[in-house]
């Protein structure tokens, strides 16, 4: 079941995991623009988008977690 889990996968967990992984790209590459620009303001404003990515990441750990315990109860 674990090696299958993502073709398995609830599409909320799908989800969760696109945009976690879409706004810490975002985040990262702005952080770099910022960074080699000298924009200080865009590189601060960036991070953010990395800290709202980890937390969604975060969630999708635990929709993933309850998808395997429902799973395994059956």
Do not use: C, D
Not at 3 to 9: C, G, K, R, S, V
Not at 14 to 22: D, I, T
Not at 48 to 70: E, M, S
């Amino acid at each position: 079941m674990l090696n299958e889990f993502w073709a398995t996968a609830p599409t909320r967990y799908k989800a969760l995991v696109f945009s976690a992984m879409g706004l810490i790209a975002v985040g990262i590459i702005l952080t770099l623009i910022g960074n080699t620009s000298g924009n200080q303001g865009l590189a601060m404003a960036s991070l953010p988008l990395i800290g709202l990515g980890l937390v969604l990441h975060v969630v999708g750990l635990v929709v993933r977690g309850q998808a395997i315990r429902r799973n395994l109860r059956r």
